[in-house]
């Protein structure tokens, strides 16, 4: 199937008419009387929605449900929501599938490990933002990835998420064919995160392109995997030919971020930290503390980000 | 490039020799002076592998954490090992990504949802049965998924784990590249595991093809995600296909257990529970009592098939 299909020409319909509302771009969808967002363990038939989340305009997300607790933890100290020993309950308690957790407009989200993880757990927060009758929402991606030619440490804004093949396209395959969906994100709100980067200036923060790959190991053209079939010299020529390409970093989830956000009408944006240069090797080796303190650098610039977009309005 | 690289015929000579250990198909493992497996936050500089680890004979592998921890009490009960009261520490408490729980010769690991987030447990799993010497070692994945022509709550041992076009193959995309890899499973192990469920005979257990899959909504064409852009009647043919190339479950992972296990010389099973028959619908709604009883089928056929290989030894 060629690169625009239905699901992608009444995205685009849509998104010119109403920009500011979430689009499902499914017409199945409107006929279900009820929606059980069975991977959130939360049910229209169950839940007030509009209730819950009616004020949610950032949306953030990571892979560790851990890093999203002490997240929304730092947003409502940040924000100055409730008071400093408030505890924020987990709002998919029923499940450990993932977490969810608020704060004022503010909710985070764990995702997991890889594409088919986040994909399962957007499917389910798009169609509870459109449930909830949110507008103006923004899905940032807060990460970690393995960096090229940049020093530990550095905070990357995705500019273009791109293939294995250095392709700004994600390939789905729907009812057994391979579709090949835009991974385009809003421009205009990677410019503003990597303001907000030089504003902070606590760390190198750079914007660029970010290869979405389907495995850590022999998709990252890594040598320490339990499987390797390529020399060091294969590997090298690979990762140089990413790094001529554009490519700042690797990781596994923002081809999908992109993708979805783009046929759905939200403004998405992929903010993520290096844990080490790829061109220097394949094994995080930093300390445990080193980790966790490049860990809290998206952290830091997603909530000043967040924080003077509040102060604009 | 065409299936049979070098990593598989490597993996095809070795196991016919040594077929009873671990066989790692990567000339640059034997090299490293250190092996840090992030994701599970262990090491060889840090922890002695062969002495908490060296006597594991069965691995058992599933998506939740929490699934995983109830079943290693559940393994200890039934093999009586340690008290009725015991608490089995998370050996991988020093992070969230996976979790890892051992009672005598049963190792019990998480893997989250998809086959990028299984692929790098199995990465470091399999790196760790070798630093910790294991021999005749089986892994087995205990999972969730939705049948096609099967009343919920059915047992499916996979025979052969094919993808959406229901070709037994896996596409590995390595240095930009994709590779075709075999999902080939232990016919025997099938076989046992299958006679296991009739001798317990507490619910239908059958044997058939898995259908593996990288996305849950479009990519097993359900109609209920956020995005659909194909009608009820393309979905029930897409699905019908399947259900006559000999599908019986549809799920995210066993494609990975499959051609990591055949390349590494391990002998791997994957014996799902259905908790939906997707010829009746999309959304799982039934009660989470009764899925929680569906869920603890797979674990109880697995839990009889480990007690009779004991008793035999």
Same mark, same amino acid.
């Given at each position: 199937m060629a690169p625009g299909g239905p699901a992608e020409k009444a995205a685009e319909g849509k998104q010119s008419s109403k920009e500011s509302s979430i689009h499902i /771009? !499914? /017409?199945?969808?409107?006929?279900?009387?009820e929606d059980i967002l069975y991977h959130f363990a939360l049910g229209t038939g169950t839940h007030d929605f509009p209730a819950l989340?009616?004020?949610?305009k950032f949306v953030c997300i990571g892979g560790s449900p851990l890093r999203m607790k002490a997240f929304i933890s730092y947003v409502a100290e940040q924000l100055e929501?409730? %008071? /400093?020993s408030n505890d924020f309950p !987990?709002?998919? $308690? $029923?499940?450990?599938?993932y977490a969810m957790y608020k704060a004022g407009p503010v909710l985070s989200v764990s995702h997991g490990i890889g594409m088919p993880s986040i994909a399962i757990m957007l499917h389910e927060l798009i169609k509870l933002l459109h449930h909830s009758k949110c507008s103006d929402v923004i899905i940032i991606r807060l990460g970690t990835s393995g960096g090229i030619g940049l020093e530990p440490g550095s905070v990357v804004v995705t500019r273009q998420s791109v293939n $294995?093949?250095?392709?700004p396209q994600l390939e789905q395959v729907i009812l057994g064919k391979s579709v090949f969906r835009s991974t385009h994100l809003d421009e205009k709100l990677a410019e503003e995160l990597m303001e907000c980067g030089k504003e902070l200036d606590q760390f190198n923060t750079v914007v660029g392109n970010t290869m979405c790959t389907l495995d850590f190991y022999e998709g990252q053209a890594?040598?320490?995997? $339990?499987?390797c079939s390529y020399s060091n010299e294969e590997k090298m020529k690979y990762l140089k030919a990413a790094h001529e390409a554009g490519v700042k970093n690797i990781e596994m989830e923002s081809s999908i971020v992109a993708a979805m956000c783009h046929l759905t009408g939200i403004k998405g944006a992929v903010v993520c930290v290096t844990l080490l240069n790829r061109l220097q090797g394949d094994?995080?080796? %930093?300390?445990p503390e080193v980790l966790a303190e490049f860990e809290s650098r998206p952290q830091k610039l997603v909530v000043y980000f967040i924080k003077k977009r509040l102060k604009k309005k």
């Open positions: /771009p !499914n /017409p199945h969808f409107e006929k279900m009387k989340f009616g004020d949610v929501i409730g %008071s /400093p !987990n709002i998919c $308690a $029923a499940t450990d599938r $294995a093949t250095f392709k890594r040598l320490d995997g $339990a499987i094994q995080i080796t %930093s300390s």
